[in-house]
């Protein structure tokens, strides 16, 4: 069964959490305003902080707040994951999608559903992009996609764990 987001962020290290919180924090699309409340409203609850306050601060600072909190909601560490994703791991996104077989536009998946690779294939682009990119990378990457679709990705606990 795949990790929720917030088991995902809570299990970062302090540097992937600094950096995702980052991510979050830069992302300036529409969708992703409601996170940003979300998160603003947690960190002032947190620190005993008025929101207004929070969302005043400087992004350098409202990142590091939230880097410094291990529990968030899985709304934000689904945001942050992807935007960390996206943001400094398009390389590793785009070969894994390859290796797979999935066609994308630099590591954004080009359909809106896919059917779930066989086993065998999985467990073979798992070993690919483990060769290539730090395997830490490659496993947050493939369990941050487990945990988002579990349906496509339901072989993904199998793939890791065999090629471990």
């Known amino acids: 069964m795949p990790d929720r987001p917030s088991r995902l962020w809570k299990a970062l290290t302090a540097e992937q959490r600094s950096a995702a919180a980052d991510a979050f924090w830069k992302e300036d699309q529409a969708d ?8 603003i409203v947690a960190i002032a609850r947190r620190m005993n902080f008025r929101p207004k306050s929070v969302q005043s601060l400087p ?3 409202k990142s590091k707040m939230l880097a410094q909190m291990a529990d968030v909601s899985d709304s934000i560490a689904t945001r942050a994951l ?13 070969a894994f999608l390859d290796a ?8 954004m998946i080009a359909e809106e559903s896919v059917p779930a690779p066989p086993a065998a294939k ?16 490659v496993d947050l990457y493939l369990r941050t996609i487990s945990s988002l679709d579990g349906e496509t990705w339901a072989g993904m606990d199998e793939a890791l764990s065999t090629n471990n």
Request: hydrophobic share 40%.
């Open 100 to 107: 797979v077989g999935i066609s994308h536009d630099n590591g």
């Open 122 to 137: 999985l467990a073979a682009a798992v070993k690919q992009v483990r060769s290539t990119f730090p395997p830490a990378d």
């Open 82 to 94: 992807i935007s960390y994703h996206f943001q400094t791991k398009r390389d590793l996104m785009g």
């Open 59 to 61: 992004l350098e600072r």
């Open 32 to 39: 992703i305003q409601m996170q940003h409340m979300e998160a």
